[in-house]
């Protein structure tokens, strides 16, 4: 194996090892930076995304001493509401003075909850202070008529926030972790309705193959990606080849046409410069490009002794960098290269694309020098773009980096953590190949 950090042969571009550690430990132990207020409520998530990236850098065991490791479970905890589920950060805690009327104000957090719970186990807890069954009860409450979830139980019990499928993909991330993909009641607990879930993901597929935040909308990688790793959750993607049938209503209509659509995810339109300004351009042999296409080479150099700026394209092309954009027309962004390639990895179809210059864009052109990636060419890291840049390229095999779960965005060493549970194996048994 290639130490970390170090290119593979034949290969410049490399993964910063020790800047990617530096950078997720100053995240862990000092104050973040002020651009981060807006996000005080969603502590949680960045909580999450930290402890998980160096999990998957490996260094979790070294930048953390038991004791250090224990304080932050008990953080955790501290933001499990009276009634069960988490709060999205501690800043909502209204302590001793919350009462019945003012709870509506620290409301359990869909998607604080959700990264609770993973924070717990990539922290090695056993979970057994989590109420699950008062989590999993809430859980049916915060499923729609139409099957859809919400971020947040209001006043009355209505359900508030979107209707998208990231926060059906938290609740069947949640539903999975305390009691895998069992259908029925678990302890007495109505489970929730898993086929009306499914119904509302095929009514959120779009003509092109691709998923929106609702019928009739544009399709999103975002939205694909959720979608398809809740169905993995619940286990409702569609049956693989040489599968016996079953009578269960399964997600996604058109696997071909998915494909099609996550893999026309990867474009030349690398940052604002790669935009088309030549419209007005006319196909010739001359030009050697279409107007609604044209990329600079200056940009996209291909790969040496590969392609020249003069000569044919050949089957041997192979370009030095192709980013990732999240919908058709739109520019390349870091975050996306996971939002298209984890659900290529969920469906086991990760292999229908060349994910060698996907990596060389993340590693030359977003990574940055101190560590962590940016949205863009040149934006400064930040932790959500620098997070699912380092999942990405986990995805795609980087020697020194941990095995990850595309669905969850996590290690697998901290899916099989959860797996190995024993109040959680009482209810669904050895279930190590159960989910996906």
């Not at 571009?13 to 950078?23: E, F, G, Q």
């Not at 994910?355 to 977003?366: A, G, I, N």
């Not at 390229?393 to 669905?407: C, K, S």
Request: charge should be negative; aromatic fraction near 8%.
């Amino acid at each position: 194996m290639t130490a970390p950090g170090l290119s593979v042969a034949g290969d410049e571009s490399a993964l910063r090892y020790s800047k990617h550690i530096n950078y997720w430990r100053r995240n862990l132990k000092t104050f973040l930076p002020h651009h981060y207020t807006g996000n005080d409520n969603n502590r949680l998530t960045l909580a999450s995304f930290i402890v998980s990236a160096l999990d998957i850098l490996g260094d979790l065991e070294t930048a953390l001493s038991v004791e250090e490791r224990q304080g932050y479970i008990e953080w955790v905890y501290r933001c499990q509401l009276p009634e069960g589920c988490f709060r999205g950060a501690p800043a909502t805690d209204l302590k001793n003075h919350r009462n019945d009327e003012n709870k509506v104000w620290d409301p359990a957090h869909m998607p604080g909850t959700f990264f609770a719970l993973l924070s717990l186990a990539l922290l090695g807890d056993d979970l057994s202070r989590v109420k699950r069954r008062e989590i999993l009860l809430w859980l049916t409450k915060m499923q729609r008529p139409n099957g859809s979830f919400g971020q947040t139980l209001g006043e009355n019990g209505k359900v508030e926030g979107g209707v998208d499928t990231r926060f059906g993909y938290m609740a069947a991330g949640i539903r999975w972790m305390l009691r895998g993909n069992v259908e029925g009641p678990v302890d007495g607990v109505p489970d929730i309705n898993v086929d009306k879930f499914v119904e509302c993901i095929l009514e959120s597929e779009c003509y092109d193959g691709g998923i929106s935040e609702a019928p009739f909308h544009e399709s999103h990688a975002g939205f694909t990606c959720c979608a398809i790793s809740a169905l993995s959750f619940v286990d409702r993607l569609p049956l693989k080849s040489g599968q016996p049938p079953d009578s269960r209503l399964r997600g996604l209509q058109n696997v071909p046409l998915t494909l099609h659509w996550l893999t026309s995810r990867l474009t030349l339109t690398l940052d604002e410069e790669d935009i088309d300004t030549h419209t007005g351009e006319i196909n010739s042999s001359q030009t050697h490009h279409s107007p609604h296409s044209f990329a600079k080479l200056k940009s996209h150099p291909p790969k040496a002794g590969k392609q020249s700026s003069t000569a044919e394209l050949t089957s041997h092309f192979e370009m030095e960098w192709v980013g990732v954009n999240g919908r058709c027309n739109k520019i390349a962004d870091t975050c996306y290269a996971y939002w298209a390639c984890a659900p290529l990895q969920t469906l086991d179809y990760l292999d229908i694309i060349d994910t060698k210059p996907v990596r060389r864009w993340l590693l030359d052109r977003t990574q940055h020098l101190v560590g962590g990636f940016g949205k863009l060419p040149g934006d400064p890291p930040d932790i959500y773009h620098s997070y699912l840049g380092l999942v990405t390229i986990a995805i795609f095999g980087e020697p020194g980096l941990q095995n990850v779960d595309a669905a969850f965005c996590a290690s697998r060493r901290a899916i099989e953590h959860l797996q190995s549970l024993p109040w959680r194996k009482a209810i669904v048994g050895n279930d190590a190949a159960s989910y996906r």
